[in-house]
């Protein structure tokens, strides 16, 4: 089966599309075709080099997403069928023809998505999920700030905040205004024209999923006691300055967060927009975009029909 593969660590140049042997599902795990699978920033951050400090050794097989059909049952499986169309997060190899999966992380996809789409939803839908609910208790009233509204975790996350009832300030450049405010935000910054924590302030939580100066700065825009979730910074005592508390949030598969973004979009209150489709054999230009860092939405590989 084909599947891309690296076999050191550096740019696009290390990426190879190669045939390797089809993986054998062992306990809990199912074997899956996959018919798409979405792209992350982790991807081309895993192939950088930040796969040696996530503890991955070479080769590795690139891809943390899919939708796609069981075809194979390790032993002991018994929360999915042969047959059925699953999504949900893998810790590799999403980029092939196959891959194994733990069966507790796959949910059935909703019937009212396409593979594209559902190939989108599990690894930013769970990281908005868990950065919303699970580490900064977003409940409904609560005034949200999320730093990059427009990006695959952030356009997830405004949904989210939205469909639980809490009120959304979505930064974006102002390319993305009418993209952000048709997701659901309240209300718009265009961090192009002016520095968002000069036209924000008593906010309740701050979603960072950019990091750096921007991470530093949406401090400014929290009130006394405030909260700050960042998927991307690594937080020292600053916060305290604030007066506010701030965690570092690392996305873990969950089947459990799946099923309740399942539900959503079951309901039509949240839709994954997907800004590139690409085959499989154009996996360096996905990661190229991905990197370029100005995706709205979600880029998705074509894998199998
Ligand atoms: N900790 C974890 O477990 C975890 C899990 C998932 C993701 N992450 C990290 O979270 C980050 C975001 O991931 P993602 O998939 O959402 O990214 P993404 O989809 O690649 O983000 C692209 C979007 O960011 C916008 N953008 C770029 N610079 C911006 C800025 N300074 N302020 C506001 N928006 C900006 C771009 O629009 P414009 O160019 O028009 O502004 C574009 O729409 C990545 O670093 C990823 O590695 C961490």
Known sequence: MRAAVI??????????????????????????????????????????????????????HLGGELVGTVEKLGSGVNTVQRGET??????????????VAKAVNLVRTPDNLDFIHAAAL????????????DEAGLTPGIRLLVTNGSGGVGSLAVQFAKAVGAHVTAVASG?????????????????????????AGGIDIVLDTVGGETF???????????????????????AERFGVSVKRSFTIPSGRNLTAIKELVEVGKVVAHIDTVLPLAEIKQALALSEAGRARGKIVLAIQG
């Open 7 to 60: 076999r050191e660590y550096g740019s696009n140049d290390v990426v190879e599309i190669a045939e390797i042997e089809r993986p054998e599902p062992v306990a809990g795990e199912v074997l899956v075709k996959v018919h798409a699978a979405g792209v992350n920033p982790v991807d081309w951050k895993i192939r950088g080099g930040v796969g040696q400090r996530m503890g991955m050794t070479l080769p590795i």
């Open 175 to 199: 390319r993305n205004e009418r993209f952000v405010r048709d997701l659901g935000a309240d209300d718009f910054i265009d961090y192009t024209s002016q520095p968002f924590e000069e036209a």
């Open 86 to 99: 699953v999504f949900g997060m893998v810790n590799t190899g999403a980029f092939a023809e196959y891959a």
């Open 122 to 133: 599990p690894l930013a839908g769970s990281t908005a999920w868990q950065a919303l609910f």
């Open 216 to 238: 530093h700065r949406a401090f400014k825009t929290l009130k006394k006691g405030g909260r700050m979730v960042t998927v991307v910074a690594f937080p020292d005592d600053e």
